[in-house]
């Protein structure tokens, strides 16, 4: 297992160890305010549907997602917010792409942009790196739950690309708009996975020192931490040492 997939492993497990932190609700119910836009009724709004479900799993209690639905349909108010990809080098010239949804764009440019330069990246034009990576849906499911053979038998019938072992869960991916079709196959099957999200995945990955990989965490860490950044994908790989310490 490369040091990319331990670091998305660690990243897992502390993630559902703090999946009722407020970081988590203000993304998830900003992602249904977004896919509501589409319209309010998810049984006609994939997007919608796949947004519920991660909100779902980071315990977004309901009323709160009623909230950012009628958020979205404009029946709230509160809906003014907006989707923005901004592009950069991190320390040791790591690719990065930073996802946002705001209701100030100056606010959250500058935001991003001071942090970039504070840990000594920079950022890119709209282009610059976002060709390094490929948009998939990615559902995880707890190896305790599943097996791969079961997972492999319900989702290449259902549009299931790969599935990858990530030490104590499975990963599978697929095309992004075949996500919410197969989320729906495994829980159909019994089968409901940990998360199930868009997400941009690197083509390859450069390795790091320890050093360079410590900044470049630090980096990451502050772009997550900001309460306008949504998801932030890096293309880089650590060492065990720094690995062990993350963990």
């Known amino acids: 297992m490369s040091g990319h997939s331990k670091w998305k492993n660690i990243q897992h497990r502390k993630g559902r160890q703090d999946a009722k932190r407020s970081k988590e609700f203000t993304r998830a119910a900003k992602e249904i305010i977004?896919?509501?836009?589409?319209?309010?009724?998810?049984?006609?709004n994939p997007r919608l549907r796949t947004a519920i479900a991660f909100a779902k799993s980071v315990s977004l209690p309901r009323d709160r997602i009623d909230s950012a639905i009628r958020k979205g349909t404009g029946e709230e108010a509160g809906g003014d917010i907006f989707e923005?990809?901004?592009?950069?080098?991190?320390?040791?010239?790591?690719?990065?792409?930073?996802?946002?949804?705001?209701?100030?764009?100056?606010?959250?440019?500058?935001?991003?942009?001071?942090?970039?330069?504070?840990?000594?990246?920079?950022?890119?034009?709209?282009?610059?790196?976002?060709?390094?990576?490929?948009?998939?849906?990615?559902l995880s499911f707890d190896k305790t739950a599943c097996t791969e053979d079961r997972l492999m038998e319900i989702g290449l019938e259902n549009g299931a690309e790969d599935i990858v072992d990530e030490d104590d869960f499975w990963e599978v991916h697929c095309e992004a708009g075949d996500l919410d079709a197969l989320r729906q196959a495994?829980?159909?099957?019994?089968?409901?996975?940990?998360?199930?999200?868009?997400?941009?995945?690197?083509?390859?990955?450069v390795s790091l020192d320890a050093e360079t990989g410590r900044k470049l965490l630090r980096m990451i860490e502050a772009l997550e931490d900001n309460d306008d950044v949504q998801q932030v994908h890096a293309n880089f790989d650590l060492p065990d040492e720094l690995l062990e310490e993350a963990g």
């Open 84 to 138: 923005i990809v901004y592009e950069g080098y991190g320390p040791g010239g790591i690719a990065v792409l930073v996802e946002a949804a705001t209701d100030n764009r100056n606010r959250t440019v500058a935001d991003v942009r001071h942090i970039f330069s504070k840990h000594g990246g920079a950022m890119g034009e709209v282009g610059s790196v976002s060709w390094m990576f490929s948009k998939k849906g990615v």
């Open 34 to 44: 977004i896919a509501a836009r589409g319209g309010g009724n998810p049984a006609f």
């Open 186 to 205: 495994f829980e159909d099957a019994g089968l409901e996975a940990g998360s199930a999200e868009i997400s941009m995945l690197p083509q390859s990955t």
